[in-house]
């Protein structure tokens, strides 16, 4: 079965960096779609950068987070990374990572609802 389990979460200062990684198991095929998302209490879920490999290789990120976070891929490791700097205290909020298979993450790749596979989540707080 697919498993993907995150680490890197923390605490830092305002203007600091972190870099997330989130190793991936259990599936030989190519990914659709694997990204970053983020959640905080009483808001939905929402996607902060993804890369997708439908039909070549695509990178998305919310425009909160564009010229601040790098989301990469190590293939040998199978995992992705998300490199955060310059954190801003609404960046805080647990961070997901996500990967999909059938396609259909490139319609909307920053959407939750494309997304079939779910890791447990790492908390990232930012402080002012």
């Known amino acids: 079965q697919v498993q993907l389990v995150e680490a890197g979460g923390g605490s830092v200062q305002a203007g600091g960096s972190l870099t997330l990684s989130c190793a991936v198991s259990g599936y030989t095929y190519s990914f659709s779609c694997m990204g970053w998302f983020r959640q905080t209490p009483g808001k939905e879920r929402e996607g902060v950068a993804v890369?997708?490999?439908?039909?070549?290789?695509?990178?998305h990120y919310a425009d909160s987070v564009k010229g601040r976070f790098t989301i990469s891929r190590d293939n040998a490791e199978n995992t992705v990374y998300l490199r955060m700097n310059s954190l801003k205290p609404e960046d805080t909020a647990m961070y997901y990572c996500?990967?999909?298979?059938?396609?259909?993450?490139?319609?909307?790749?920053?959407?939750?609802?494309?997304?079939?596979?779910w890791g447990q989540g790492t908390q990232v707080t930012v402080s002012s």
């Open positions: 890369l997708n490999f439908v039909g070549g290789r695509f990178t």
């Open positions: 996500a990967a999909d298979v059938g396609g259909a993450c490139s319609r909307y790749p920053l959407s939750m609802t494309e997304y079939t596979y």
